[in-house]
């Protein structure tokens, strides 16, 4: 008598059992939850009136929420000299201008370095490895050197410059393109006359989407969560984040606002990421290898 065969949408599994498929998904369950906690908790700290937020020992649950902590948020920003739409604005420009500078460089620098052979190649590229290894904060007297020599301390360009120039998504950028995009296809695109940057753009561009999408959200996320800067000075060309540290600053009366100011800052990022998920973990899943 032969064994009846597993399917799953009129396909064969052979691989695992009913039993195994339930206990992994029931561990990744529970692990998602547990991933989804930390979130939960600023969320439910963003609810609590300042009696909870200071009760101990501490509840992980909301018992009389409430919507002050916002109002009181916005109520602060609006108060402020500077208006509140000029944060917004400071740092929608300096995302947006930073993101896709970083895409546009990164992208262009990573397909010369995997597809273009040119002398020093390998060099150029143990460097990039190597600037990978030293934190922003080790480079930043260098930086304020050089951005003094071009005049663009306390200007947009101090910020976005800078992100333009980040190494880990060129780094990202090439090892996915090596993997990704056949060279076979690339000399098809040549031999039908088509430029070096048309190829790029055409051809190699879509062949990475999960990679660039990547970059961008990791981009965004870095610039929209960057606070104050010390190349910026004037308070007209700060970001929304220095003006939420300078709020939830003022003592534990403001504790409140402070809990839904951290709230309002991560949610456009976290938007953005579980939009782009599945692409990310493509990416993550395909970097650096080859066939």
Not at 40 to 60: H, I, N, W
Not at 156 to 169: H, N
Not at 250 to 271: E, K
Request: proline share 4%.
């Amino acid at each position: 008598m032969s064994k009846r065969l597993r399917t799953r949408g009129h396909k064969v599994v052979l691989n695992r059992s009913a039993g195994g498929d339930a206990g992994i998904i029931a561990f990744l369950i529970i692990m998602g939850a547990f991933m989804f906690l930390p979130m939960l908790y600023a969320v439910m700290q963003s609810l609590k009136p300042l009696d909870e937020l200071f009760m101990f020992p501490p509840r992980f649950y909301v018992i009389h929420p409430t919507f002050e902590n916002y109002a009181d948020l916005f109520s602060l920003l609006n108060d402020a000299w500077v208006p509140f739409s000029r944060y917004i604005f400071n740092t929608v420009f300096i995302t947006a201008c930073g993101t896709l500078g970083n895409l546009l460089l990164g992208s262009m620098a990573a397909y010369a370095l995997a597809k273009l052979k040119f002398p020093g190649a390998n060099f150029f590229f143990k460097l990039i490895v190597m600037s990978l290894m030293f934190h922003a904060t080790v480079n930043q007297v260098t930086h304020f050197i050089l951005l003094s020599a071009f005049h663009w301390v306390d200007t947009y360009l101090a910020i976005i410059v800078p992100a333009m120039a980040s190494t880990l998504g060129l780094y990202l950028m090439k090892q996915f393109m090596e993997s990704s995009v056949p060279d076979t296809v690339l000399e098809s695109a040549r031999l039908d006359g088509a430029s070096e940057f048309r190829t790029f753009w055409v051809i190699a561009m879509p062949m990475v989407k999960p990679a660039w999408l990547t970059l961008i959200i990791e981009s965004f996320r870095s610039l929209w969560n960057s606070g104050a800067s010390i190349y910026i000075h004037s308070e007209q060309l700060k970001t929304f984040n220095y003006a939420i540290t300078q709020i939830i600053s003022g003592g534990i009366a403001r504790s409140g606002a402070g809990a839904a100011a951290a709230m309002v800052t991560a949610l456009v990022p976290i938007i953005v990421f579980v939009i782009n998920q599945s692409k990310i973990i493509e990416t993550m899943g395909s970097s650096g290898m080859k066939d």
